[in-house]
Nanobody
Framework: QLQASGGGLAQAGGSLTLSCTAS????????????MAWFRQAPGKEREFVVS???????TYHDSVKGRFTTSRDNAKNTVMMQMNDLKAEDTAVYYC???????????????????WGQGTQVTVSS
């Protein structure tokens, strides 16, 4: 189970930090075995890849957020975080965290590659 938090209202140019915490049952692979990702979905649009984070913390960003968003993971706390700076109106969306234990690099930007999803957290940026 994934729980996303940290969304809210920000002004353009402002910052927000999102967190995603995983509840991993004892029978499942440990959190460190999962590739994590953030996707977002704006009203009337398809879900869009934002960033993927490898087991060791390496990140691949969508071009639209490069240089503005930064991710990190703390495997001891089963948590990934995404620092969003220089927010723009077009960043307004519901943000979802996702996890997959069998995601290969070439598929990391595809929503279908991830088996587990959080409930989403709303980010609204006012211009």
């Amino acid at each position: 189970q994934l729980q996303a938090s940290g969304g809210g209202l920000a002004q353009a140019g402002g910052s927000l930090t999102l967190s995603c915490t995983a509840s991993v049952p004892p029978s499942a692979p440990s959190f460190s075995r999962y590739r994590m990702a953030w996707f977002r979905q704006a009203p009337g649009k398809e879900r869009e890849f934002v960033v993927s984070i490898t087991r060791s913390g390496g990140s691949t960003y969508h071009d639209s957020v490069k240089g503005r968003f930064t991710t990190s993971r703390d495997n001891a706390k089963n948590t990934v975080m995404m620092q969003m700076n220089d927010l723009k109106a077009e960043d307004t969306a519901v943000y979802y965290c996702a996890a997959g234990s069998t995601v290969i690099s070439s598929a990391a930007s595809y929503a279908g590659a991830y088996a587990y999803w959080g409930q989403g957290t709303q980010v609204t940026v006012s211009s």
